[in-house]
């Protein structure tokens, strides 16, 4: 009986500190001072390029303003924190060189972790990825699996994590015995989907919550093939010398989603709040 209790007191316990540490987490934009010494003073440059709707782009009422999932995540983040932020546009195949050069501090554009680019910059994940298929309206050419993507023209953003899967798939095609793909790259989404609407591009893949609104938007010159969840997470990159602002962005992170906040905003966009991924810091 005395042993069952104190088992009982040591779950009781364990539970308690786990709802009190829970608690503790919060938003302290006075205290910027005492936990980030080195981001007083500083206004975060944050690189995007305004085209991944509905993770950032520009808003239809004022095209001067760009909104989006990204955009009211990272401005729950740095009001958490409580520095000041600004929007720094670009193209997006530049948008990680801009961060590792110095020029901005933060990628925040629905960017998937690899291995190789957490060579270049450090992330803090907060997204589970999952990817959709889109074809010319109609579906022409039948996709409705990676395997009937073999021998057809596909296009990729360059450098992305989509460009490398259709090259392991144009290899695993051959490995079959079936035509390679045939694989263009891009440097923004809206050139690669030109070619899809003109039909010079049989198959692009890209964010799911991006290929629905695509598709319902212009049912005239897309359709969905199928989707896929990927496996691939979704994170904010961080220069490799600014450890603070790391550490910073995924603790205010946290309590963003611990508010419920970041599922909220991934609702208001359409995006499945089920997507939530706990925040996680990779380094390499």
């Known amino acids: 009986m005395i042993r069952?209790?104190?088992a009982l007191l040591i779950?009781?316990?364990?539970?308690?500190?786990?709802?009190?540490?829970?608690?503790?987490?919060?938003?302290?934009?006075?205290?910027?001072?005492?936990?980030?010494?080195?981001?007083?003073?500083k206004t975060v440059k944050v690189a995007l390029d305004g085209l991944q709707r509905p993770f950032t782009y520009r808003d239809p009422q004022n095209p001067d303003k760009i909104i989006g999932v990204d955009i009211d995540l990272a401005k729950a983040t740095f009001d958490c924190i409580g520095v000041p932020w600004t929007q720094s546009v670009g193209v997006w195949a530049g948008l990680i060189t801009s961060v590792t050069e110095g020029r901005n501090d933060v990628m925040w554009d629905t960017l998937n972790y690899t291995p190789a680019r957490a060579k270049q910059?450090?992330?803090?994940?907060?997204?589970?990825?999952?990817?959709?298929?889109?074809?010319?309206?109609?579906n022409p050419k039948h996709v409705d699996s990676l395997d009937s993507i073999c021998g057809l023209n596909a296009a990729a953003g360059l450098g992305t994590v989509e460009e490398a899967a259709f090259h392991d798939l144009g290899k695993k095609c051959v490995?079959?015995?079936?035509?390679?793909?045939n694989l263009v790259t891009y440097t923004d989404l809206n050139a690669g989907l030109r070619q899809v609407a003109s039909g010079r591009v049989d198959v692009i893949m890209t964010d799911l919550a991006m290929s629905n609104i695509l598709v319902a938007d212009q049912p005239q010159n897309f359709a969905l093939a199928?989707?896929?969840?990927?496996?691939f997470h979704v994170g904010v990159a961080v220069n490799k010398g600014e450890t603070e602002l790391?550490?910073?962005i995924a603790e205010a992170l946290k309590v963003v989603q611990a508010s419920g906040q970041q599922k909220a905003i991934l609702a208001k966009y359409k995006v499945d709040p089920s997507l939530q991924y706990p925040v996680e810091i990779k380094t390499e």
């Open 175 to 181: 490995s079959m015995g079936k035509p390679d793909i």
């Open 226 to 231: 199928f989707s896929i969840l990927s496996g």
């Open 11 to 41: 779950v009781l316990f364990l539970a308690t500190a786990g709802i009190a540490h829970a608690q503790d987490a919060k938003c302290e934009p006075a205290r910027l001072k005492e936990k980030y010494p080195s981001l007083v003073g």
């Open 121 to 138: 910059v450090n992330y803090a994940l907060y997204l589970s990825a999952a990817t959709g298929f889109i074809v010319h309206a109609g």
């Open 4 to 6: 069952t209790s104190f």
């Open 246 to 248: 790391l550490q910073a």
